[in-house]
């Protein structure tokens, strides 16, 4: 009886690592929409808002968004605030087609987040106002 625990156990833990991703379990594809605050060395999802958040959101409760070289993204970019004082934010609505993937350790830089969704389809993305520095003025 212990030899088949230990095989049952053994084919589980193997279904379970061939369902990680990059070292971490990643969710099935599917329509994401919400708002990015993209920053240096920040990159914010908040899945199902709709309007720039008055306070940042703590990071263990928001998800790091990785983003791919798409160019439409490149015209939004191009408005910037330059700020010795802090690193600015520019917020976004997006809509992509994704997955979340869960890491050990947390995501994103300095794994500070909670998970990571990856866009792997862009489908919309607008200027949710100017480039902005959360605590000097509001959003």
């Not at 193997?14 to 929409?33: E, I, K, M, P, T």
């Not at 969704?117 to 993305?125: D, E, G, H, K, L």
Request: charge should be neutral; hydrophobic fraction near 35%; proline fraction near 7%.
């Amino acid at each position: 009886m212990g030899m088949a625990f230990r095989w049952i156990g053994l084919i589980l833990l193997g279904l379970a690592l061939s369902s990680c991703s990059n070292g971490g379990f990643a969710d099935h594809s599917r329509q994401y929409s919400g708002v990015w605050l993209y920053e240096f060395e920040g990159s914010t999802f908040i899945e199902g808002a709709t309007e720039v958040p008055a306070q940042r959101p703590a990071y263990e409760e928001t998800d790091w968004l990785e983003w791919t070289d798409w160019p439409g993204l490149e015209d939004l970019m191009a408005q910037r605030l330059q700020s010795a004082d802090c690193y600015t934010v520019q917020p976004f609505y997006v809509t992509f087609v994704g997955r979340r993937i869960r890491r050990p350790g947390g995501a994103g830089h300095l794994g500070l987040w909670r998970s990571e969704v990856a866009v792997q389809r862009p489908i919309s993305a607008k200027r949710l106002g100017p480039p902005f520095c959360y605590g000097r003025y509001p959003p």
